[in-house]
């Protein structure tokens, strides 16, 4: 009984192992916008110059298999990202429990839990979406693995690097109904990149002292607090001006865009109170929910319009 009990408490860990090596958060966070971009594309897409929209219809097959598609090559990125900065996260406090800097998993089972989750990955949206979609998809595996590992060791800007990748997913989504890289999936392409900006940096805030002594030159630890929040006002404005192009476009209605509006004022007054407070770590964390909760609402909103054609 007790050999029983062993063999079934080793067998679970062995599984959340592996299971935390593919970042599941990311991979969860991820899906919300994929989803809003496959929903978007279902909902109708301009056609002409007066920008009436044709009927959609929504696939689940296709979304299903896009969703799962796009969640294994995230999921894949994330196990080699996990490879390459193992030393490093051994240098910061957040991290230096990750599966590989504790050596919980042999490195050489990483490289073939990778490559299956990320052959799969591909292989799903080959058979089901567009090459289009495909390619897409392999573009932000490629900026996450490799221009992103390599950017933000040596530079400030590997941030913007990063978010390259991070806004591939709803685009994803969007051109695996569409198969069309138009001014929609631009759009929404763009509002990511804005987005993760104050988003990351608000991480690199609270987190300063382990990217300091990690090496990892964000802005904060290069630049200070005080011009990483001014940034952070400005993308906050950019991602607020862009998001609201899906109305003036014709892909969404007045209902998103009043919330668009609201959302981005409502992020752009707290980070202006950011110049005010003693607590730059207590705040940074607050900016940093309150970065997911705009992401989130953005999403539903527009997943929301493809249900009720707002």
Same mark, same amino acid.
């Given at each position: 009984?007790?050999?029983?009990?062993?063999?079934?408490?080793?067998?679970?860990?062995?599984?959340?192992?592996?299971?935390?090596?593919?970042?599941?958060?990311?991979?969860? =966070?991820?899906?919300?916008?994929?989803?809003?971009?496959?929903?978007?594309?279902?909902?109708?897409?301009?056609?002409?110059?007066?920008?009436?929209?044709?009927? %959609?219809?929504?696939?689940?097959?296709?979304?299903?298999?896009?969703?799962?598609?796009?969640?294994?090559?995230?999921?894949?990125?994330?196990?080699?990202?996990?490879?390459?900065?193992?030393?490093?996260?051994?240098?910061?406090?957040?991290?230096?429990?990750?599966?590989?800097?504790?050596?919980?998993?042999?490195?050489?089972?990483?490289?073939?839990?990778?490559?299956?989750?990320?052959?799969? %990955?591909?292989?799903?949206?080959?058979?089901?979406?567009?090459?289009?979609?495909?390619?897409?998809?392999?573009?932000?595996?490629?900026?996450?693995?490799?221009?992103?590992?390599? @950017?933000?060791?040596?530079?400030?800007? %590997?941030?913007?690097?990063?978010?390259?990748?991070?806004?591939?997913?709803?685009?994803?989504?969007?051109?695996?109904?569409?198969?069309?890289?138009?001014? %929609?999936?631009?759009?929404?392409?763009?509002?990511?990149?804005? @987005?993760?900006?104050?988003?990351?940096?608000?991480?690199?805030?609270?987190?300063?002292?382990?990217?300091?002594?990690?090496?990892?030159? #964000?802005?904060?630890?290069?630049?200070?607090?005080?011009?990483?929040?001014?940034?952070?006002?400005?993308?906050?404005?950019?991602?607020?001006?862009?998001?609201?192009?899906?109305?003036?476009?014709?892909?969404?209605?007045?209902?998103?865009?009043?919330?668009?509006?609201?959302?981005?004022?409502? @992020?752009?007054?707290?980070?202006?109170? +950011?110049?005010?407070?003693?607590?730059?770590?207590? @705040?940074?964390?607050?900016?940093? +929910?309150?970065?997911?909760?705009?992401?989130?609402?953005?999403?539903? #909103?527009?997943?929301? =319009?493809?249900?009720?054609?707002?």
């Amino acid at each position: 009984m007790d050999f029983k009990m062993s063999y079934q408490n080793l067998s679970s860990s062995v599984i959340k192992n592996y299971y935390n090596l593919a970042k599941p958060g990311i991979i969860y =966070g991820n899906a919300i916008t994929t989803i809003a971009g496959f929903l978007l594309a279902s909902k109708g897409l301009p056609v002409n110059a007066n920008m009436a929209l044709r009927p %959609g219809y929504f696939n689940f097959e296709l979304f299903l298999a896009t969703l799962l598609g796009i969640s294994l090559i995230i999921g894949s990125a994330c196990v080699f990202n996990n490879y390459i900065d193992r030393n490093i996260d051994g240098k910061m406090e957040r991290t230096k429990k990750r599966v590989l800097v504790i050596k919980a998993i042999p490195v050489k089972n990483v490289f073939t839990y990778g490559t299956i989750l990320g052959i799969i %990955g591909f292989l799903t949206l080959f058979i089901y979406t567009n090459l289009l979609t495909v390619f897409l998809a392999l573009i932000g595996f490629f900026f996450y693995v490799v221009m992103y590992s390599i @950017w933000k060791r040596k530079s400030i800007y %590997g941030t913007i690097v990063g978010s390259i990748s991070g806004a591939i997913p709803p685009v994803v989504g969007y051109c695996a109904v569409s198969n069309k890289f138009d001014i %929609g999936a631009i759009i929404f392409f763009l509002i990511l990149v804005l @987005w993760q900006m104050p988003h990351f940096y608000a991480i690199a805030i609270f987190r300063i002292k382990d990217y300091a002594a990690a090496g990892i030159p #964000v802005l904060p630890v290069k630049k200070g607090i005080l011009i990483t929040k001014i940034h952070m006002l400005f993308y906050i404005v950019a991602f607020t001006i862009i998001a609201m192009m899906l109305t003036f476009f014709g892909y969404e209605g007045y209902v998103y865009l009043v919330i668009v509006i609201l959302l981005g004022l409502g @992020w752009f007054m707290f980070g202006v109170q +950011g110049f005010n407070i003693a607590d730059d770590s207590k @705040w940074a964390r607050k900016m940093f +929910g309150i970065s997911l909760l705009v992401i989130t609402m953005l999403s539903v #909103v527009v997943s929301i =319009g493809y249900v009720f054609k707002i």
